[in-house]
């Protein structure tokens, strides 16, 4: 039975991600790209439960970013998912 806080948690993840994409990761209970900032290029946040993670990976090289921050930022999300709490 889920109880108020963790609704008050997925209710917040919702609205702060509003209008992202999926991530496709195989942990946590919801997932998405959050718009990204001047300074951020990839931004994945992850909720499991109570918990947040919200991945900023950042490259000062355009053609870098464009190569692939997602899948590493997808992997820095799901390790800290892991990491022993």
């Known amino acids: 039975m889920r109880g108020e806080a963790t609704d008050r948690q997925r209710a917040a993840c919702t609205e702060q991600s509003a209008g ?16 990204a900032s ?4 990839c931004v ?27 899948p590493k930022a997808a992997d820095i999300a799901a390790r800290a998912l892991a990491a022993p709490r």
């Open 20 to 35: 992202g994409r999926a991530v496709d990761l195989a942990s946590g209970d919801e997932a998405s790209w959050t718009p």
């Open 38 to 41: 001047g300074s951020e290029d």
């Open 44 to 70: 994945p946040r992850v909720r499991d439960g109570h918990l947040v993670v919200r991945v900023a990976v950042a490259y000062n090289d355009d053609a870098a970013a464009a190569k692939g921050c997602e």
